[in-house]
C-alpha cells in the first residue's frame, strides 16, 4: 500500500494521488481522477498531467493533508485549487464558476467541497472531459454519457447556459475535433455559431490553435470545424478570405485556395517531427497563400496571383501580431512566406549552385524552406514531388560550403585593412564568394583586390 511509504520517499504523480486519496478516505471523502486523464486513459493514449478533485473534506482539512506528505502550494487558494512541491499534480476541490463580466476570465469561482459529483461535472465543458475515476476504487462517473461519446468519436457540450458563458470554449471544440479526430454534435455547433468571440485575447487564440497544429495528424480540421461555426471573422479573417478564392486549374485542380491551404496544412504535419521550428513551419504553411487574397487576377480566363510571396507578407504580419509578440517566430514565418515559392522554381529551373547557396543563406531554417516547398507541392491535385531530391542535394552541398574556413574581419585586418566605412561591404563581397563555393584562400586574394579597388588603393601599395 501506498500509504506505508514514509514521506518523503519518492513517489509517482499516480502514487500521490493514491496517498491523498487514502487519507481522505479516513475523513469521510473521496479524490476522484478528472478531466484529460480520464478521458485519455480511457482512449489508450498517454497523458502525464494528473489532475485530482477531492470531495468531502474541508479546505483546511486538505491542506493537512497535503502538508503530512509534503510542502503544499496554494496556487489558488480562495478557490481551492493546490499543488505539492517537487510533483506536478494539480489538486482541486470541486467548484461552482458565476460569469461576473463580458471577459474569458471574469468569473468568480468558489470551492464547494460538498456539492456532488454531478454538480462537480456539470460546470465542464464536454461530456468526454467530464468523466471521473476514484482513485481507490477505479469506479468511472460518468453523468452525462462521455463513454459513450468517446466510443463514436462525438464531441459534445454538457450545458447550454455554463458553456456558453465561456467563448474560448468554441476554440477548445474546434481544438479537441482536430486532436482526436472527433465529430462536434450539431447541437454544439449550433450554440457555437451564436457565441460571441471578440473578448477573447490573442494570446488564448494562440493557445488552442498551437494543440492542433502540433497536437492533431489533421490540423485542418480546427479550421473547417471553426469554419462550419461560422467562427472565422473575429480570430482567422485572413484565412477566411481564402474561401472560395480560385487558382490556376492547371496547377490546382483541388478546387480554392483554402482547400489547398488545408492541404498543405495536412502534409505539413506529416513533416512536423523533423523540422527544426514545428510551431513557426505550420504557422508557415497556415499563412503561405494569404496573399492570394490580394493579387489574384484573372486574364484571358487564367488565373494568376503573381507576387503573392510578397503581397501578402502585411497581411501575415497584422495576423501574426494579433496572436503573438514572440519576435523569433514572426520573423521566421514572414521569410518562410517571403521565400516559400523560391525553393521549387529553383528545383525547376534546376538553377545553378551559387543561385540555392544564397537562397538557402537567406532563409532562417533552409532546411525547413525546404520541407514547406516539399508539402506545398503535395498539397494539391496534381501533386508535385519531383524537387525534393534535387534540393536535398543543394542543401548538402551548401551545409558542406558553409562548413568550410572563410574569411573573416579579422582576417582582412591581418591582411593590413583597417577598420572603415566600406569594411562591412567588403566582408559581404566576401561572404557572396564563400557561397559561390570558393576557398578560403582564394576569396580573401579576390576580397583584398576588390578593396583596393573599393578605396581605390594603387595595386602596388600596401593596404
Known amino acids: 500500500m501506498v500509504d506505508n511509504r514514509k514521506v518523503g520517499e519518492s513517489m509517482t504523480d499516480t502514487e500521490i494521488a493514491e496517498l491523498i486519496a487514502q487519507k481522505t478516505a479516513k475523513l469521510g471523502g473521496n479524490v476522484y ?19 485530482i478533485e477531492v470531495h468531502g473534506v474541508t479546505p483546511t482539512q486538505l491542506e493537512q493533508i497535503l502538508n503530512s506528505i509534503g510542502e503544499c502550494i496554494k496556487i489558488g487558494k480562495s478557490f481551492g485549487i493546490y499543488g505539492l512541491k517537487g510533483y506536478s ?13 463580458t471577459g ?21 465543458d ?26 463514436k468519436g462525438i464531441l459534445r457540450h454538457i450545458d447550454d447556459a455554463t458553456f456558453a458563458e465561456d467563448p474560448l470554449r468554441v476554440l477548445r471544440a474546434a ?30 487564440i494562440m493557445l488552442e490553435m498551437e494543440k492542433a497544429l502540433l497536437k492533431s495528424n489533421r490540423p485542418s480540421i480546427f479550421f473547417e470545424q471553426m469554419k462550419r461555426m461560422n467562427q472565422l471573422d473575429f480570430c482567422f479573417p485572413e484565412l477566411k478570405a481564402l474561401i472560395g478564392l480560385p487558382q490556376n486549374q492547371e496547377h490546382h485542380r483541388e478546387g480554392d485556395t483554402w482547400t ?12 512536423r517531427g523533423i523540422v527544426r521550428y514545428p510551431l513557426g513551419f505550420m504557422l508557415s504553411a497556415l499563412c503561405h497563400d494569404f496573399g492570394k487574397a490580394v493579387c489574384t ?10 507576387s503573392h510571396e510578397t503581397e501578402g507578407l502585411p497581411l501575415v504580419q497584422q495576423f501574426l501580431a494579433r496572436i503573438t509578440m514572440e519576435s523569433k517566430l514572426i520573423k521566421y514565418v514572414l521569410n518562410m512566406t517571403k521565400l516559400h515559392m523560391t525553393p521549387n522554381i529553383m ?43 534535387f534540393l536535398m542535394q543543394r542543401y548538402q552541398k551548401f551545409q558542406e560550403i558553409m562548413a568550410r574556413p572563410y574569411v573573416m574581419g579579422r582576417d582582412l585586418i591581418e591582411a593590413g585593412l583597417k577598420p572603415c566605412e566600406q569594411f562591412s561591404e567588403i566582408l559581404a563581397y566576401a561572404h557572396k564568394l564563400r557561397l559561390a563555393g570558393i576557398d578560403k584562400e582564394n576569396t580573401l586574394r579576390q576580397s583584398l583586390a576588390y578593396t583596393r579597388k573599393v578605396l581605390k588603393v594603387n595595386p602596388n601599395k600596401p593596404l
Open 33 to 51: 481522477f478528472v478531466g484529460g486523464y480520464v478521458r485519455d486513459k480511457i482512449l489508450m493514449r498517454e497523458n502525464k498531467d494528473i489532475d
Open 89 to 101: 499534480i494539480d489538486i482541486a476541490l470541486p467548484r461552482t464558476e458565476r460569469l461576473i463580466g
Open 104 to 124: 474569458h476570465k471574469d468569473f468568480e469561482v468558489t470551492a464547494d467541497p460538498f456539492m456532488g459529483t454531478y454538480e462537480a461535472a456539470r460546470r465542464r
Open 126 to 151: 464536454f461530456t468526454i472531459n467530464a468523466l471521473m475515476q476514484n482513485v481507490l476504487t477505479s469506479e468511472i462517473i460518468d453523468h452525462f454519457g462521455g463513454q459513450e461519446d468517446l466510443q
Open 175 to 204: 481544438q479537441f475535433a482536430a486532436r482526436f479526430d472527433f465529430t462536434i454534435a450539431a447541437e454544439t455547433v449550433a450554440l457555437c455559431r451564436n457565441i460571441d468571440l471578440s473578448t477573447l485575447s490573442g494570446e488564448r
Open 260 to 271: 489547398h491551404t488545408m492541404m498543405v496544412l495536412d502534409e505539413s504535419a506529416k513533416k
Open 297 to 306: 487576377t484573372e486574364v484571358n480566363g487564367v488565373i494568376h496571383s503573381y
Open 347 to 389: 528545383a525547376g529551373a534546376r538553377s545553378k549552385l551559387k543561385s540555392t547557396n544564397k537562397l538557402f543563406d537567406s532563409a532562417v531554417e533552409p532546411f525547413d524552406l525546404i520541407q514547406l516547398s516539399i508539402c506545398d507541392g503535395l498539397g494539391k491535385i496534381p501533386q508535385s514531388n519531383d524537387s525534393e531530391e
